[in-house]
């Protein structure tokens, strides 16, 4: 396995992962990568790539695999969170969601009290869909999409305290 510029505890889950990942043999493979590594080209450009999937997948079976992730408006993965697919199988189209239906979004707790006014919100990351050409059934449509779990909201006026 290639060695990175990374904390112990970041290889260590990557090295657990990988043996688990060799012995799964999936595909498509879905994975959220938690950040992107920056390699310098020059002083003035930086490039993001998602060096940790490459430490992953190095001299496994994936490592030709054929793969897509989530990019920022410049076409560069996010600094944290990228949605990633990986497919033995040729993947014909790729494209991400994120605001493209809705103009705008707001929030207001309804139960707040007092009365709270409406804030915008955003979606924390892209849904990555792919088309995959399999061979002898055709094409499969592979959605990833990260559903955050988060702890309950507080709730002026609703709880107690942050137990109750």
């Known amino acids: ?10 290889l260590e889950q990557i090295l657990t992962f990988h043996s688990t990942l060799v012995r799964l043999d999936a595909n498509p493979v879905l994975t959220i990568i938690t950040g992107a590594g920056t390699i310098g080209a020059c002083r003035n450009h930086s490039e993001r790539k998602l060096s940790a999937l490459e430490t992953l997948i190095f001299d496994t079976q994936y490592a030709h695999y054929q793969i897509v ?15 990633v697919i990986l497919s033995r199988w040729p993947i014909c189209v790729s494209l991400q969601y994120k605001h493209h239906h809705l ?18 919100i955003s979606w924390d990351r892209p849904i990555l869909y792919a088309q995959v050409q399999v061979l002898d059934i055709g094409l499969v449509y ?18 107690s305290n942050n137990n109750t």
């Open 1 to 10: 396995m290639s060695s990175g510029d990374y904390s112990t505890t970041l």
């Open 69 to 83: 992730h989530t990019v920022t408006s410049d076409e560069q993965p996010y600094d944290k969170g990228n949605s």
């Open 103 to 120: 103009d705008k979004l707001e929030y207001r707790k309804a139960t707040v009290l007092p009365v709270e006014t409406a804030k915008d």
């Open 142 to 159: 592979v959605m990833n999409l990260h559903q955050k779990s988060r702890m309950a909201s507080n709730v002026n006026g609703q709880k």
